[in-house]
């Protein structure tokens, strides 16, 4: 009989973002007032379960996510370089529909790309880093659970990446809302499934 491992990989929480900004990797966004609330609540769902691993990007909003699991328990919380958001152009910079940034013709050139993308890290890039942590939390919670928190498009790609499907999206066909939780299956060291919850709203 193998052992089964499941690694959780969850986003974030809301974040405190006034500006509205591409905040990316810059240090200093911490999770709101809803986002600590949203963190407590996945806590709360994966305190029964048998974690006995937490790990996170080394991010703020993704350090302040994985402290109430972790707390539930009585583990610390681990960092991994390798789940840290993706690089972007954009970062620091107001791109929703009707902001400069994507107005702005010098910027046109890294749009030129989609399925790279052009804008920031590559897909193939951010799959096999994300791979990467998954597998380092798997072997740590060999015959257990681990808890991974990352951020939107590490997340997706990821899944992706594990279920065979093309890494280009567009951004709004993302399965992968705030504080949701996307689970991986092991049979040992094979990969046997996947799983979504979402308890927080997006």
């Known amino acids: ?5 499941t690694v959780h990989v969850m986003r974030h929480g809301e974040v405190h973002n006034p500006d509205g900004i591409l905040y990316g990797r810059l240090p200093d966004f911490h999770l709101s007032d809803r986002g600590r609330a949203q963190a407590e609540r996945v806590a709360s769902w994966l305190a029964a379960r048998d974690i006995v691993y937490v790990v996170a990007s080394p991010l703020e909003r993704a350090q302040e ?3 109430p699991i972790a707390a539930h328990h009585g583990l610390a919380v681990d960092t991994d ?3 840290i958001e993706s690089e972007n ?3 620091g910079e107001k791109v929703s529909p009707g902001d400069g940034a994507l107005r702005d013709p010098r910027n046109w050139w890294h749009l030129r790309n989609p399925r790279l993308p052009s804008w920031g890290e590559p897909y193939t890039e951010i799959a096999a880093r994300m791979r990467r942590a998954v597998e380092r939390a ?3 919670a060999a015959g257990h659970e681990a ?3 990352s951020h939107q498009l590490p997340v997706e790609t990821l899944r992706r990446s594990m279920t065979g499907a ?10 992968c809302n705030l504080a949701s939780v996307t689970s991986f299956y092991f049979d040992g060291d094979d990969y046997a499934g996947w799983g979504y919850t ?5």
């Open 198 to 202: 979402e308890l927080a709203g997006k």
């Open 166 to 175: 093309k890494l280009h999206h567009f951004p709004t066909r993302r399965l």
């Open 65 to 67: 996510t994985s402290a």
């Open 89 to 91: 152009v954009f970062q």
């Open 81 to 83: 370089d390798e789940l």
């Open 1 to 5: 009989m193998t052992d089964r491992t």
């Open 138 to 140: 798997r072997i740590k």
């Open 147 to 149: 808890v991974c928190v």
